[in-house]
Each structure stands twice: as C-alpha cells, then as structure tokens.
C-alpha cells in the first residue's frame, strides 16, 4: 500500500522528524492550537458556493448574489462573526470582483487531489485540498482563503508549493505558476511563484523520508523554535532531562511496503 503524504506532513518532517514519527508513525495524539472552526468554514463555504453556483452566461454577480451565497453559511455564528464574516466578503467583492469586467468559471473549487510518486522503491500517495484552482494566461494559480486575523508567514510554504506541483502536474498535466494567499478580514492578496526548487526541495524531502522508513533509522529531534508548540516535549530527549517513556499501547512504526520497480 502507497504511503500516505500531505503538505502538512511534510512541513512537520522537515521541522523535526521525531515529532513527525510520534504523530504520524506511532500515532501519538498531541494538543490542538485551533480555535473553533465555524467562522472560516462559514466564509470558505460562502465563498466556494460564489463561484461553484454562479450562472457564468452572465459576466459578472452582484453583490446581492454574495448576500445569498453568505446566508447559507451563517446558521451557528454569533452576530459579531456575522459581521465580520459579511465586511470580509464585501472587501473582497470591492477588490477581487468589482474592478473586473467578467469572472472566468474555475478549474475547481474546494477539491482534494491526489498523485502518487515512487522514490527509492517505496510508492506515496501524495494529497492535497484546495480552496479554488485558476486557469489564467500564464498557467495555473492555486488560491487559498485565509482567516486568521492577523496576516503572518504561511509554515511551509516552499514544500506546499512544491507538493502541489507535483500532485497538479500529474492530475492535469500542466505546471502550477503561483499559489495566492488570499487574506479575507485583510483583503490583501500574496502571491508566490513557483521555481524548480521548489518541487526539488520536495523531492528530495520525501527521498529522504523514505531512507528512513526503508531502514527504520531514527528519527532524530530537530530543536527550534517550532518545539513550543510541540505536544511531545515531555517524550522528547532534546527538551526534557528525564523524558517521559511513550504511553502504554502506542503502536510501534508501521511497516512500508517496497514497491519493485521494472
Ligand atoms: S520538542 Fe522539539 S525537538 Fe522535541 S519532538 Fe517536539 S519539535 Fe521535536
């Protein structure tokens, strides 16, 4: 059976890869540092039902049509999330829709993908979600909603870019050129390109997790700022003295199937 890879997995590998092989390998559940869900699931839902509904014979919706699309979503907010959820929208219809003279229908919106990729004799099944996937002049563009409040550097953003050229390439056939970070409370766009290093990087990374999971090496504390948010200190030998031993029951890592190459 193939491997199972994500963006998110990766980002935690290339940060510490015993943190990874408590979570993923071992199965160690850690502390959540989300919050509730419920406002950005109501503005991705909104805005996924904009673009996956609108009737494209017509050039361009109104801002009545984003009212519609919001209304859907609004049952289990508080009036303040209301308001915010709606000022979001309208800042993003002013900068994002409005100044445009007609909306090109998406290749996807709110979709999983998923790619496999062999590397040293071991298969990976390579996934990913998106918000909304672009067709424009230059190639594809990948967008991603954002709804944190404050606007900070996405973790890993080289590896998600250079994961999702590797799932798309294989999906569609065509390189992804960009991914845009879309910051809805904010209304600003960030856009990054994407290079050959980036999906070197990911190559790379993932060879270097098959070693691993092929010989069964240690996966070896990497100690950085990462570490407080770390669930794990108290197993781990790089921040604890006396590290505690892994609770009774925590399953041992798993093994790979190799696959043989012709
Ligand atoms: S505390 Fe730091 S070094 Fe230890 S497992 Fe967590 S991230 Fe890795």
């Not at 502390?31 to 509730?36: E, H, K, R, V, Y």
């Not at 590797?166 to 600003?188: D, F, H, M, N, P």
Request: charged share 25%; with cysteine.
């Amino acid at each position: 059976m193939a491997y199972p890879l994500s963006a998110t997995k990766l980002i935690t590998y290339k940060q510490c890869p015993q943190a990874y092989s408590f979570k993923y390998e071992r199965g160690l559940s850690s502390p959540s540092a989300f919050g509730s869900p419920k406002f950005g699931n109501a503005l991705h839902g909104a805005l996924a039902d904009i673009y996956k509904d609108w009737n494209y014979d017509y050039p361009l919706p109104s801002l009545d049509w984003f009212a519609v699309c919001w209304q859907k979503h609004t049952g289990e907010l508080t009036p303040a999330q209301l308001h915010e959820g709606w000022m979001a929208l309208q800042l993003y219809y002013e900068k994002y829709v409005a100044p445009l003279t007609m909306i090109r229908k998406p290749l996807g919106v709110e979709a999983k993908l998923k790619a496999s990729f062999q590397v040293n004799n071991i298969e990976f099944s390579l996934s990913g979600r998106y918000d909304r996937l672009d067709f424009t002049d230059d190639g594809l563009e990948l967008i991603d909603y954002k709804t944190s409040k404050t606007i900070s550097p996405s973790d890993g953003i080289d590896l998600q870019l250079g994961l999702y050229y590797l799932v798309l390439e294989q999906t569609y056939q065509k390189a992804l050129q960009k991914l845009s970070l879309i910051y809805l409370r904010q209304g600003q766009k960030i856009t990054y390109d994407v290079t050959q290093e980036h999906h070197q990087q990911v190559r790379e990374l993932i060879g270097d997790m098959a070693l691993k999971l092929r010989a069964d090496q240690d996966w070896k504390p990497e100690v950085g700022g990462h570490c407080d948010r770390c669930g794990y200190q108290r197993y781990c030998s790089a921040k604890s003295e006396k590290p505690e031993p892994l609770p009774e029951g925590t399953r041992e890592g798993r093994q790979v199937q190799l696959s043989l190459g012709i």
